[in-house]
């Protein structure tokens, strides 16, 4: 659920960006927001989740504790960290960002969708939100607004 929170609050502070803004850039403002928040925070969020209560995040996914999540947690936190600077680098550092997001996030989104064909794990953060928006629909979405900033008129080197 929390990508969904996050989601919603990067919408808004691209909202309050684009009313105060200068500069009527709204799909750059909106990228930066999503990239900010929802791979920023979401990813760092992700990381305390995973390394600081691993049996609870464990559970919720229908999985069994493993020293791999520290793994996970790690993968987390390097993308939650590209997505906060890309408030302070935009161009290709937010390509490299957004394809590394996607790539991370869709590999996830395999693992969930095995988990549930071959031992029908239906658990909510296996099967739920979490599969459906935050590993197939937010991490294409980031990637194709960050490509329509980099080859629209919103592109800046």
Known sequence: M??????????ACGAVNLAVARERKPLEIFTRWLLFVSVGFGGVFAFLGHAFMPEKIARSIGWETSPFQFEVAVSNLAFGVLGLLCLFFRGRFWLASAVGYAVFLLGCAVGHIREIVVNQNMAVNNAGPILWFGDIILPLLVLGLVIACQVGPARER
Request: aromatic share 30%; net charge neutral.
């Open 2 to 11: 929390f990508t969904v929170v996050f989601f919603v609050l990067a919408l």
